[in-house]
């Protein structure tokens, strides 16, 4: 099991950005493909985007599309998530999380196996 913590978060005004980190450990980094999912008070977790083992095949929601980026270096054991031109909308908790099929880019919760503590991202209108 991939142990996952998450860092970055913050409190942020509408318009600016934030960048999460992911960090890794204990298996093979390059063995996972990554994601991540946000999820607010009495809402289901949703899907943010997604990153193959190697970096070169992601997805990312619609509802953040051209915002959000997602990345990996697999030297770091590191996935993360740069969030451009927040919106208040976007305040939530953000979790990351591993898949053991490292060459998909999967968008259920069902798919990882490993889950971080989450991290807070507020974004002030």
């Known amino acids: 099991q991939v142990q996952l913590v998450e860092s970055g978060g913050g409190l942020v005004q509408a318009g600016g950005s934030l960048r999460l980190s992911c960090a890794a450990s204990g298996r093979t980094f390059s063995n996972y493909a990554m994601g991540w999912f946000r999820q607010t008070p009495g809402k289901e977790r949703e899907f943010v985007a997604a990153i193959n083992w190697s970096g070169r095949s992601t997805v990312t929601a619609a509802s953040v599309k051209g915002r959000f980026t997602i990345s990996r270096d697999n030297a770091k054991n590191t996935v993360y998530l740069q969030m451009n031109s927040l919106r208040a909308e976007d305040t939530a908790v953000y979790y990351c999380?591993?898949?053991?099929?490292?060459?998909?880019?999967?968008?259920?919760?069902?798919?990882?196996?490993?889950w971080g503590q989450g991290t807070q991202v507020t974004v002030s209108s």
């Open positions: 999380a591993a898949d053991r099929v490292p060459t998909r880019t999967a968008l259920t919760e069902s798919s990882y196996t490993s």
